[in-house]
């Protein structure tokens, strides 16, 4: 059974706070994606990964980093966290576009920055 | 930025009904994914569509693509309560990065 695993389901973190979200998948898939979901936003790419150390920005960058440095592991950082960052992230792996397959997401992290 | 539009945001219907949900997206396709989301989870591929196709059936759903309107839609035949969740269209763009581009989703509820 194929799976994408983030590290943890419920997050609490306080304001200025650095946050790692991890993100693992065992289906050995070039592409790797880190989603925010709002309500009445839908979901939100903030970076994206198309092999080990290779990255790219999503359309709302600001406020987060990456880091690939497996092809199985790619995590977000939240370099000093604010409270605007409380949100639902969602990690998600798929095969290059040429192979013409879904992406497959993990269950969800839902981060609260107090 | 937002390529898929859902349309409507919420759908409520009784048991047994057919749901069909609506995507419209701005640029020229490779393909174009439905996914659906229960409260609070992670989002299962449903169905993929490729550019070159107008119509695909996977059990009880059909989905459809008009390219030369930029729109697909999404039926869900006699709909079961365990139907209950939001949708999701996602496009992969035929140029540019390899990304999936989601739209803001329709809120699906089942009257038992």
């Known amino acids: 059974d194929v799976k994408v695993t983030q590290s943890s389901r419920y997050l609490v973190k306080r304001t200025g706070e650095k946050v790692f979200l991890e993100c693992v998948q065992d289906m050995d898939h070039e592409n790797m994606f880190w989603y925010r979901q709002d309500p009445g936003l839908g979901l939100r790419l903030i970076y994206f990964?198309?092999?080990?150390?290779?990255?790219e920005k999503g359309d709302i960058p600001e406020g987060y980093s990456v880091s690939r440095e497996k092809k199985e592991r790619f995590s977000l950082i939240l370099e000093s966290a604010s409270t605007n960052q409380t949100s639902m992230y969602l990690c998600?792996?798929?095969?290059?576009?040429?192979?013409?397959?879904?992406?497959?997401f993990g269950q969800g992290t839902r981060l609260t920055v107090v | 930025s937002q390529q898929g539009e859902e349309d409507p945001q919420a759908l409520s219907i009784q048991e047994g009904e057919n749901a069909t949900m609506n995507c419209s997206y701005k640029?020229?396709?490779?393909?174009l994914q439905w996914y659906r989301q229960n409260s609070g989870r992670g989002l299962v591929h449903l169905i993929l569509?490729?550019?070159?196709?107008r119509e695909k059936h996977s059990g009880r759903l059909r989905v459809t693509l008009d390219t030369s309107k930029k729109s697909s839609s999404l039926l869900i035949t006699a709909s079961r309560a365990a139907d209950t969740a939001s949708y999701f269209c996602a496009t992969d763009a035929l140029y540019g990065n390899e990304k999936l581009t989601f739209g803001t989703g329709t809120r699906l509820t089942i009257i038992p």
């Open positions: 640029t020229s396709i490779n393909n």
């Open positions: 998600a792996s798929s095969l290059p576009r040429r192979y013409n397959t879904e992406a497959f």
């Open positions: 569509i490729r550019s070159n196709e």
């Open positions: 990964s198309y092999d080990v150390k290779m990255k």
